[in-house]
């Protein structure tokens, strides 16, 4: 009966989201709270303005990875620097931590997450802490509780304190029993890392949050992000981030995935700018809580080839893996994000050639610089 009954509460929920947004209604008491219209409701994509309405408060957790400081410095340029709070669990370097606000957060800490969320008065959380694929395999326990745990623990102080709340996914949530070539939004995920199988987890329960306690979740699937200015954290697509400064630096680099592995990718801009989009997005315009978005697919052969038209000489040798090549071999070769592009205008701005040349010009710079000092 008890059963019954909570799945006639779910269809009330669901019912009056769609119908009239006043699930507020049936929610248990702690989760009643009343979030102030941030939006108009004619606000368009890449052109919210925040100079007449209250910016959003932002926490990121896990925050110093590949990720999360790009992430700051984005959201600070349109929120303000004192707006958004960087956390992790390491010390930050210190032109992070003179950058703007920076507190310790430990995501298995439940109760100091409530602390630092009332504290600042967070109102937007972007939940970027995580152990990622190749990291996970070898350390599954812990991937288990930071991954599934800690996002649990992330979900109710999100629930409880009506905070916006952003998860990413991943490629990695995808399965050899997926399609491949592209991976729609809705299909069969069976993944077989830990890693996978905790960002499945996570965009199920962060949708069941959403209709069961309106909890206002939103997630992108990434690809594998490529960054200039800061190193990967341990997942299957780092060798397209290590490759660019091994080619400026040596003319060589070695991989560790075989030459025809094909992998969907995106320079580090795009995600995160897609990252603030669907943020941003009112609400109306998200049919899904959870998006695929693509920009670039490639194999590391053709990622070499890309390399020679800037360093004419350079020279890929391969020594593969086996655990990241099974990995990637799990994975699909491309997404679909045609959901993402009609719902709320997503769009990508770097190709393979623009990524090739960023890349390239970035850690030529930076090469340059080293020589003369
Ligand atoms: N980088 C990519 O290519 C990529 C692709 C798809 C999805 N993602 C997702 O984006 C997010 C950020 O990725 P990233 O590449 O910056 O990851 P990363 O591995 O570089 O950084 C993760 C951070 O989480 C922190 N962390 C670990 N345990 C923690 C704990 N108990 N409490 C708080 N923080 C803890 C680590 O200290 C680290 O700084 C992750 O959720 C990842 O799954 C990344």
């Known amino acids: 009966m008890l059963a019954l009954g909570m799945l006639k509460q779910v269809a009330s929920v669901t019912a009056q989201t769609k119908a009239s947004s006043c699930w507020k209604l049936v929610l248990p008491l702690r989760f009643l709270g009343s979030a102030p219209d ?10 919210t303005s925040f100079s007449e309405a209250e910016p959003p408060r932002v926490l990121i957790t896990g925050g110093l990875g590949q990720l999360g400081v790009g992430l700051a410095s984005l959201l600070r340029k349109r929120f303000g620097k004192d707006n958004v709070i960087l956390s992790d669990i390491k010390k930050p370097p210190a032109h992070v931590f003179h950058s703007g606000p920076f507190v310790y957060a430990d995501i298995l800490d439940d109760k100091k997450l409530h602390e630092i969320v009332v504290n600042h008065r967070i109102s937007w959380l972007f939940h970027y802490s995580a152990l990622l694929s190749a990291v996970g395999e070898a350390n ?35 399965g050899p029993t997926s399609p491949q070539n592209p991976a729609p939004d809705l299909c069969i995920q069976r993944p077989r890392t830990i890693y996978g199988v905790s960002k499945v987890h996570a965009e199920l329960m962060g949708e069941y949050y959403y209709y069961r306690y309106g909890l206002d979740f939103r997630c992108l699937r990434y690809p594998g992000i490529i960054s200039a200015d800061s190193q990967p954290g341990g997942g299957t697509t780092d060798y397209a981030v290590q490759i660019f400064q091994a080619a400026v630096k040596n003319g060589t680099f070695e991989c560790n995935l075989e030459a025809n592995t094909r992998l969907p990718m995106m320079y580090i801009n795009d995600c995160l700018r897609a990252t603030l989009e669907v943020m941003e997005a009112p609400a109306e315009r998200l049919s899904m809580r959870t998006y695929n978005i693509s920009a670039m697919s490639f194999t590391p052969e053709e990622l070499a080839q890309a390399l020679r038209k800037h360093v004419p000489d350079f020279q890929i040798t391969y020594c593969v893996d086996p655990l990241r090549q099974a990995i990637a071999e799990s994975w699909p070769m491309s997404l679909d994000d045609s959901n993402a592009r009609k719902d709320w205008g997503w ?27």
Do not use: C, Y
Request: cysteine-free.
């Open 38 to 47: 941030r939006f108009p409701q004619d606000a368009k994509l890449h052109s």
């Open 347 to 373: 769009n990508h701005d770097f190709d393979l050639p623009e990524l090739v040349a960023t890349m390239i010009n970035f850690h030529g710079a930076r090469t340059r610089i080293t020589q003369a000092n």
């Open 140 to 174: 599954v326990a812990l991937a288990r509780d930071v991954n599934i745990t800690g996002l649990h623990n992330i979900l109710d102080v999100a629930a409880e304190h009506n905070v916006r709340l952003f998860v990413p996914s991943t490629i990695g949530a995808f």
